[in-house]
């Protein structure tokens, strides 16, 4: 079936060290999506990805989805405590219209 | 605000009660999801619906079913509830695509569920 890898499952960084995040898919996905859980909290949306290529940027948080639209990073730049969470990206295919199929997650431990 | 509200934040069974998780959203959207959660497996779609009365089977449906009998309203049932069972339970909708493709999903703040 239809699968989102994200690697790595887990993070350790240094407050003020970069992060990333990646997924990828063996298929051509529509676009992608990227969402931030809170510890103890729900996924909330941060990103749509669609065109091939693109780059988005929110702050210290740089989006991209690749040429082929078959993998995607997430980088933060100079991680702040209020990064503590998991990320997950979620990919739409075109062959679905409701469903989107999600990667594992990778969880963002700040070190103390 | 978009606003998903789900029936209980933490919920205890015992092994062979039949359950029911509630989840009702205030938006108007066509879809409307159940997952469940469990640590280092992210996310897994149990079901889901895109208009009343339908529904479509996610990746893990043996053991819930599910009912929607009105646009606001999606219903988990977990007809005799097993241990194995015990997870974080989040609901989701959204509106379809559409052109620009975009479709976010808006969750609730999850029920985790233990069965005893």
């Known amino acids: 079936g239809q699968q989102v890898m994200q690697i790595p499952q887990y993070q350790h960084v240094q407050e003020g060290e970069d992060f990333t995040t990646y997924c990828n898919s063996s298929?051509?996905?529509?676009?992608i999506q990227w969402y931030k859980q809170r510890p103890g909290g729900h996924p909330v949306f941060l990103i749509q990805l669609v065109k091939s290529g693109e780059v988005k940027k929110q702050k210290r948080l740089t989006f991209q989805f690749g040429e082929a639209k078959k993998n995607s990073s997430l980088h933060i730049t100079a991680t702040q405590t209020t990064d503590v969470g998991t990320y997950f990206c979620?990919?739409?295919?075109?062959?679905?219209?409701?469903?989107?199929?999600w990667g594992a997650g990778t969880k963002l431990i700040i070190k103390p | 605000d978009v606003k998903v509200t789900q029936s209980s934040r933490y919920l205890v069974k015992r092994t062979g009660e039949k359950v029911f998780l509630e989840c009702v959203q205030d938006?108007?959207?066509?879809?409307m999801f159940w997952y469940r959660q469990d640590p280092g497996l992210g996310l897994r779609l149990i079901y889901f619906s895109y208009d009343v009365k339908m529904k479509e089977k996610g990746d893990i449906p043996e053991g819930y079913s599910v009912s929607r009998e009105k646009k606001e309203r999606f219903s988990l049932i977990l007809e005799s509830a097993s241990t194995n069972q015990t997870s974080m339970y989040l609901c989701?909708?959204?509106?379809?695509?559409?052109?620009?493709?975009?479709?976010?999903?808006?969750f609730g703040p999850g029920t985790r569920l233990t069965v005893l």
């Open positions: 989701a909708s959204s509106f379809l695509p559409g052109t620009s493709g975009r479709a976010e999903q808006f």
């Open positions: 938006m108007d959207h066509e879809n």
């Open positions: 298929t051509t996905l529509s676009n």
């Open positions: 979620a990919g739409r295919y075109w062959d679905s219209n409701y469903q989107l199929i």
